[in-house]
């Protein structure tokens, strides 16, 4: 084994959420994306759904978006590639400051580093996740999933307030054979700092759909 590698080994050792995302991670999060119950509709319009949930474990709510036509000519693999490429993310995001990687895991989960815009005169935002992502053919589905951690080797930045991504995450499904899909945009963060919980999920509710 190289030097690289047991640096690797010994890096994955010390925290859970640098091992790979398991089969159970990912069927967690399609059951939020496709579970009805508890959700509190917020927003409704042709192309969307927005739903909302409170929780005891946050004071921020989760916020989820389905949209069962709106992509109905677009392949789930485009999708997945579009929301992979953050050399394009500047095109339709426009709260995206930078990305980068600081570790790989494997083939299909890294930890990344993401910073974002917030309006004047919020602090700027940032986060350490890891990201993972899979396509799972028998079910015709592409599954993009990130989740928080905090590690000595990624401290907080001076210019940043380091937000917080519980769960956060795309399923893509196929439909029309394989022609389209159905997407489901889930989220729940902790922006951190001083924002009042109540403004973060009305600012959810009312500016998530354009996302």
């Given at each position: ?15 859970p959420m ?17 579970d ?7 927003f ?5 759904q927005?739903?909302?949930?409170s ?18 000519d677009?392949p789930?693999?485009l999708?997945f590639d ?17 990305s ?10 890294r ?6 815009s917030?309006p004047f ?7 350490v ?7 799972f ?9 990130n ?7 990624w ?11 519980i ?6 499904k ?7 899909s ?18 973060v ?11």
């Open positions: 084994m190289t030097p690289n590698m047991n640096s690797s080994r010994k890096l994955e050792e010390q925290h640098l091992r790979p995302a398991t089969e159970g991670d990912y069927e967690a999060l399609r059951c939020l994306c496709e009805k119950l508890g959700w509190e509709e917020t409704v319009s042709p192309a969307c927005v739903y909302s949930m929780t005891p474990e946050s004071s921020v709510a989760r916020v989820k978006i389905v949209s069962e036509t709106f992509f109905k677009v789930a693999s999708i579009v929301l992979m490429d953050f050399d394009y993310l500047t095109q339709w995001d426009k709260t995206y400051m930078g980068q990687t600081l570790h790989v895991i494997d083939d299909s989960n930890i990344n580093y993401y910073s974002a917030l005169p919020l602090k700027c935002r940032d986060w996740n890891r990201l993972s992502y899979a396509h053919p028998e079910r015709k589905e592409w599954i993009i999933m989740s928080s951690l905090r590690h000595e080797k401290p907080e930045k001076e210019d940043f307030v380091r937000a917080n991504a769960k956060s995450g795309f399923v893509i196929e439909i029309n054979e394989g022609k389209g159905r997407v489901y945009y889930f989220a729940h963060n902790e922006f951190k700092g001083w924002i009042p919980s109540w403004a999920n009305f600012a959810q509710k009312k500016f998530t759909p354009q996302y």
